[in-house]
């Protein structure tokens, strides 16, 4: 959990303290995929809060639903039932529109696949984001977090032109580049070696804990899982056993 105090409300007499508000708060999230025979009940029930600044991994055979989970998490999947909030904001009152500037604000999200734009520079990937979200200073803020992650010195190359563990730097710089306040990452070492993958591991505990951002993660590799401060264990869309890291 964070480290930061929580306020108190003078309102009340005892001056007793307010705890904030969870990072993420799912109430009985259900979610089906697919149509007609092929539809699947993904997520059932999922009910979890997460705090702010707290690093939770989301563990559990393949299949279970860690990943949609995530994806709902990020406000990149909606739920069929249920509710879910992010830094006390109802994502389900949000249109599509709301909800994509909400998420470019607030939420970082780390793909295993990188996701970058083949045809644009490490530099004009990770300005993108800022870009669209009109920031006047993209550029600069874009290069400031290609140097955070280790690659001032790949500015101008393409996607093809780096390694894996380079593209999934760029991928985490152009996640963190308008500082959110949660950061969410699927398999984030799954298309690496281990040496590289122990590399971006780093970096991501290293952003969180210098940036007080709250870290979701899905991983099958136990000691990544290990280093959080909880993990979640699902199994066939439901939240199996919840056990401390």
């Keep these: 959990m964070s480290g930061k105090s929580p306020q108190l409300d003078s ?9 904030s508000a969870p990072a993420i708060a799912l109430s009985e999230i259900d979610l089906s995929l697919g149509r007609g025979a092929a539809r699947v009940h ?8 997460v705090g ?3 690093a939770v991994g989301l563990v559990g055979p393949s299949g279970s639903g860690k990943s949609t989970l995530l994806m709902v998490m990020a406000g990149l999947e909606r739920p069929d039932g249920g509710r879910i909030a992010v830094e006390g904001t109802d994502l389900g009152d949000l249109d599509e529109d ?7 604000r607030r939420i970082g999200i780390v793909f295993q696949a990188f996701h970058l734009v083949p045809t644009m520079t490490a530099l004009e990937n990770v300005a993108l984001p800022l870009e669209l979200a009109d920031k006047p200073d993209a550029h600069a803020r874009a290069r400031a977090e ?6 001032g010195h790949r500015l ?3 996607p093809a032109q780096l390694s894996g563990g380079e593209q999934q730097r760029v991928a985490i710089a152009r996640a963190i580049a308008p500082d959110p306040a949660i950061l969410v990452a699927d398999e984030p070492t799954g298309n ?3 040496a590289t993958g122990r590399q971006i591991v780093d970096l991501l505990f290293a952003l969180k804990r210098d940036r007080g ?15 959080c401060d909880r993990t979640i264990r699902l199994r066939s869309g439901r939240i199996d056993v919840p056990v401390a890291a």
């Excluded at 309102?11 to 705890?19: A, E, G, K, N, Q």
Aim: no cysteine.
């Design 52 to 54: 702010q600044g707290e």
């Design 11 to 19: 309102s009340r007499p005892d001056s007793r303290p307010v705890p």
């Design 98 to 104: 709301a909800l994509a500037r909400f998420r470019g």
């Design 156 to 158: 101008n190359h393409y």
């Design 192 to 194: 690496l070696d281990e």
């Design 213 to 227: 951002a709250t870290l979701v993660l899905v991983t099958h590799d136990p000691g990544l899982a290990r280093l």
């Design 146 to 151: 290609l140097e955070a992650v280790g690659l």
């Design 42 to 49: 993904v997520l059932r029930g999922i009910s979890l809060a």
